[in-house]
DNA sequence: ATTCCTATTGACAACGTTGTCATTTGGGTA
DNA sequence: TACCCAAATGACAACGTTGTCAATAGGAAT
């Protein structure tokens, strides 16, 4: 490992020169400069990041703990749209990923505070993290794609609310009436929020939201789902004036509606529009035709969450604000307008 | 942070003697090793590991570089498989996600030599590694998911020969005849080897290979696919005499065939069976009937890499086996037997 | 009691970097 | 020429840990 000292020596000048020319210190002499920084490249000069962090006490490392990673596909993009801003501050990731083990997690952030990251976002899916706070870190904590109950933490999460809004308003303004909804578990927080969604929009357009038109898409506890919107669909459809329109709570959800739809010989859109959420793109790009559904918007979630910690640091610490990212609209062809 | 030195002070003893007992060293009276454990625990002190890596030389963080994570669902399974056997040698993981921009590459090479990191695992899709070797990095680096055809490095990838055999066994053994193949762009590695895999198998039993049946479900360069899986099946599911089964080179393609299967009103397994590669299981465990398909062992993928990394430090520079790791049939409802 | 040996403990340096402060250099001004 | 000031450079300490080696203590052997 090539060091300041050594560079310093084959350049001869002291250490402390080549330390500010690496740092940028402007207070050095273009001509020393250029010279020592031909040497730099020469020998390859990395800096020691260890070294760095013992004299200076935070470190680039941002942690990232995480259950999400292991229970969602695509939930990676918040790991990706993290990186795309860190990227720029020249920081880095430092990913946890605990399983949902109690356990593991406590591991974990003694280990975080081993590293000295300067930061950590936490994400995960449905559960509100009870063991949190208890861990004494004291750098700035974000939360993404979940909050806590006792606050003293910023939160990014996505706009349920809006998002089920969203799809409901779809539909109702393309004339449909008779709207089937298969829903995820609904001690889910997005679904609570997301079936308030919905009945806003059947109010402001004065249309009757049919409770026995909503069902539920899986059975089991949280921990250990199963899927059932297949059997579902399927009595939804048998009946005889059957929706027009079927929203779902996920992309799953969608893609066992259109094989119930496949199994009673329905054709999608012609007899049956389906919605679907999340905009996981193995299904909703793969499905023919393809599926119109509202994206859960991961990348942006985990690209907010760093920009929140930058501004988590300058704040004082009851700052806990909770941001809604905005959950898009995906139009593509498994929708038809009744007019 | 609570350093050794509080803790010796606050104890009545030296520093080293903190150290030794935080580090194990038998060379402690038990009396001494009882007191000074009880201040450790109560402080809650954790070891700086900047300062142990700025000593020592070697981190306990091991490098993943990658842009499978971006690019494949589930490619995610490689970092928790290799989190997991890294666990117990209490090292974790540094991700660098790509995206496939070689800048960012080189840009994270140098980071993973800034923080000292004690190996890489490389894990990438479809495209060679070419920078690699280029780095000037000395730790062990082990492939997962690929292999650079400069050889050098040990690698672990899915033996798709093997799974390529299973896919077109099964249903051969059931009694197929007429198999329609939908592959991958055949310009990649796992297709030619999938390809060779399904030959063997109908040279095994006696089966002329028809190449009539076999057609790409992409179109566009390798950085750029579309999906045309649906419009393949179609024509092919329209002749006079169709296949009785198609083997799809992963499950989006065979997902296309379900739809192409409800769009000309023919269900599944009854008149189609279709088998899938991946499990991707979004896919595989939603639709219904659900996919009989061959796995991706991404997760032991990854936790074979860690596993090689520790062989790999101890080994020769020349050492570089490619380990295969077998890809499980994964048998549900879409196949059906012919006899 | 003295000596010796081993078990236990401690003092100190070093890892590579940067902050603090002192020193040198070079050029302008009186 | 002498002087001064700012710009440029350098010497040194410190961050928290562990390896090396020295020092101490306590018990056994003489």
Redesign the interface.
Known sequence: ?VTLREVAKRAGVSIKTVSRIVNDDPAVRPETRDAVQTFLKEM?Y??????R??RSGT?N?IGLMTDA??TT??S?DI??GA?AEL?RGHK??????T?GDPE?EAEYW??F????VAAVIYAAMYHRPQSMGKP?FNEPIVLANCFSKEGGHASVIPDDEAGGFTQAEYLLKRGHRRIGIITLNPTIEASILRGRGMRRAFGITGVHYNEDLERVGYTGSITDEK?IA?DVAVSMLKSANRPTAIICGN??LA??V??????L?L?IPADLSVMGFDD?N??S????PKLTTVALPYFEIGRMAVEMLNIASEEKPGWAPKVLVPCPLVERDSCRALV
Chains 1, 2 share one sequence.
Not at 46 to 51: K, L, M, R, S, T
Not at 92 to 97: Q, S, V
Not at 113 to 116: D, M
Not at 285 to 288: P, R, S, T
């Open positions: 490992m390859n990395v800096p020691d990041q260890a070294a962090l013992m470190s490392i990673v292991a596909p695509y990676v790991v990706r990186q990227k880095t990731l430092l990913i946890a990923n399983d593991l003694r280990m505070r081993a590293q000295k004494d899927l297949f992309d799953k893609l066992q259109y094989c119930a739809a496949a199994h010989g054709s996981l193995v299904i790009e793969c499905v023919w």
